[in-house]
């Protein structure tokens, strides 16, 4: 955005406005008033208040203005003031006819009695755009088909939520459980000694580790070089930690030292396919433990593909409807993700200093993702007014039925709580309404299936 004026617009009324751009959607309004016309604003006010005035010896309203200047003078400025620039907005959006959104600025000058004034108010305005035709979007969906082998492989996920760990008199494999300690350096120098508040990263008498896991355990890496060993063997493993490393910053982009003794190896042992292990699962057998997976995978199948359809057509609207977010609205929304951001991480145990490390790309992240929730909740809105779309009692109610099975607060409880709390009962509403018309959309989208993937 730019502080330059592009354009000024004058209108020449009772009241003199010229509108000056800052930005495609945002606007600066200048309100000028004579001082005729501030003197009978000044006079309007005295007259109210002397209607309220309570002075020995008068009745309401029979007060010499004098005397009522002299009890309630603060009060007639500033009520003087604020009814100048409620005038100035006014007059402003009936002449000018612009769809402001959001006023961002106000400046007063100065305004005194039967002196001219001029008032400054900056604003924020709808964007113009047009809807595209919203049907057939193209949308690629996951065939809801399960394969045996996904069957197979959700079944021993199962049997390994609940796997035995039995010591191993053997080297260890994949899979395997083993009790280790380590002690890094980096360059020579200990860990304690770089990181000595993250002494997890540099010395542990014992700890376990799974042996080639698909995921990263404490240590980057380290799992995935435990293959082969026995109890009693030494060890020297090379770790690379990332250059974003968030668990031990003074350790990212630095390449680490472990040496490693293992104490113990425990292999995995699955539960048998059994009575019992059927009876846990709430089956009778083998081939209901089997439907019930297949059906589990195929409604979760179904959820991500509602989920993708809808993320897709979102990204094709964006695409489509290309028009600048008003910057405050961008500004709020940003503040927003950054405080959700944060606020998950922290619970993750990201550490502060790592927040202010990566604070310029925060921000711009935080900021590329608000503008794109700005427009999508535009376009959304728009499609809506011109669909007709409107929230009735049953969406409520079906709002409440979720509301109170995800958080166990009864319904009564939230009726009450909305019915007190207007915002936020009018952000559900809008949040029913952009619902409706994103479903809308995806209803006419056209709808292909994707190869099927790996198992």
């Known amino acids: 955005m730019t502080n330059s004026v592009n354009k000024t617009l004058t209108f020449f009324t009772p009241v003199n406005i010229q509108i000056q751009d800052v930005s495609p959607t945002r606007k600066s309004l200048v309100v000028s008033f004579d001082a005729k016309e501030v003197g009978i604003e000044y006079q309007a006010v005295i007259g109210e208040v002397s209607k309220q005035a309570r002075l020995p010896g008068f009745r309401p309203g029979k007060a010499p203005a004098a005397l009522v200047l002299k009890q309630y003078g603060k009060n007639i400025t500033e009520d003087f003031k604020q009814k100048v620039v409620g005038k100035a907005y006014r007059d402003a959006l009936k002449e000018t006819k612009l769809n402001v959104i959001q006023v961002t600025g106000v400046e007063e000058g100065t305004i005194v009695p039967d002196q001219a004034a001029t008032i400054t108010i900056t604003v924020d305005l709808q964007p113009t755009f047009e809807l595209p035709d919203l049907a057939g979007i193209p949308v690629t969906v996951v065939p809801e088909v399960v394969a045996d082998a996904e069957v197979d492989a959700a079944i021993d996920a199962l049997r390994g939520e609940r796997a035995d760990f039995k010591v191993a008199e053997r080297a260890s494999a994949k899979g395997d459980y083993v009790k280790l300690s380590y002690e890094g350096t980096v360059a020579g120098q200990a860990i304690l000694e770089i990181a000595p508040e993250k002494q997890i990263y540099g010395k542990v008498p014992q700890t376990w580790e799974e042996v080639e896991s698909e995921n990263d355990g404490l240590i980057p890496g380290l799992g995935k070089q435990l293959g082969g060993l026995s109890v009693g063997d030494k060890k020297t493993i090379e770790i690379v930690f990332p250059a974003e490393f ?7 982009g630095k390449t680490a030292s472990y ?7 425990r292999e995995r042992v699955l539960p048998e396919l059994n009575e019992e292990f059927f009876k846990s699962n709430q089956v009778d057998d083998l081939a209901g433990l089997q439907s019930k997976v297949r059906n589990n995978l195929v409604a979760r199948k179904d959820h991500e593909n509602r989920t993708g359809k809808r993320r897709q057509v ?4 964006l695409a489509k409807i290309v028009f600048p977010a008003p910057e405050s609205l961008v500004e709020q929304e940003t503040q927003s993700v950054l405080r959700r951001f944060m606020e998950e991480n922290m619970r993750r145990g990201v550490p502060q200093e790592q927040f202010e490390k990566d604070k310029t790309q925060l921000i711009a992240g935080a900021r590329v993702a608000a503008e794109n929730r700005v427009r999508t909740q535009m376009i959304l809105a728009r499609i809506a007014e011109q669909e007709k779309l409107q929230v009735d009692a049953s969406d409520i109610d079906a709002f409440l039925y979720r509301e109170s099975t995800q958080s166990g607060i009864r319904p009564e409880k939230l009726v009450k709580d909305l019915t ?15 619902d409706k018309a994103l479903d809308l959309v995806v209803s006419k989208a056209t709808v292909s299936e994707a190869a099927p993937a790996a198992v």
Do not use: T
């Open 246 to 252: 968030a668990g031990a910053p003074a350790l990212a």
């Open 259 to 265: 040496a490693v003794e293992i104490l113990e190896i």
């Open 314 to 317: 979102v990204d094709a609207l």
């Open 420 to 434: 007190n709390d207007r915002d936020r009962l009018r952000a559900v509403q809008q949040s029913i309404v952009f």
